[in-house]
């Protein structure tokens, strides 16, 4: 048996529903739908449901809205008015991170990853 020690633990990557790239829990924006159906921003990560990840950064978030991503993600119907709702949660949440301020990611990095 192989202990496995609890230092040198790799970051746990999600992938973001826009861009596709793999980034750690800290670099993305979990979107959750709640068990009463509620989409919302959940920034602690903890929130039951099922939920998506986005990268903390607009242009991730203008493309889940304009290819209409979240609903395929979610396994549900997103209307226009929850994307405009969560547009709101999503900016208040990447001002308050600390990555958020345009380091994450370059405008050149994200269109590189693009792949439609
Ligand atoms: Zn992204």
């Known amino acids: 048996m192989v202990k496995q020690p609890k230092i040198n633990r790799?970051?746990?990557?999600r992938s973001c529903i826009a861009c596709r790239r793999n980034?750690?829990?800290q670099q993305l924006?979990?979107?959750t739908r709640g068990t009463?159906?509620?989409?919302?921003?959940?920034p602690?990560?903890?929130k039951p449901g099922r939920g998506a990840y986005v990268c903390a950064n607009p242009a991730c978030f203008d493309l889940i809205e304009r290819k209409r991503r979240l609903g395929n993600a979610l396994k549900c119907e997103v209307t226009l008015a929850?994307?405009?709702r969560l547009r709101a949660e999503f900016n208040a949440v990447c001002e308050v991170l600390p990555h958020a301020n345009g380091?994450?990611?370059?405008a050149d990095a994200l269109s590189a990853d693009v792949k439609d």
Not at 10 to 13: A, D, G, T
Not at 36 to 42: E, H
Not at 103 to 106: E, M, P
């Open 10 to 13: 790799k970051p746990i990557l």
């Open 23 to 25: 980034a750690s829990k």
């Open 29 to 31: 924006v979990r979107i």
């Open 36 to 42: 009463d159906g509620i989409l919302s921003c959940d």
């Open 44 to 46: 602690s990560g903890r």
């Open 82 to 84: 929850d994307y405009q």
């Open 103 to 106: 380091t994450a990611l370059s």
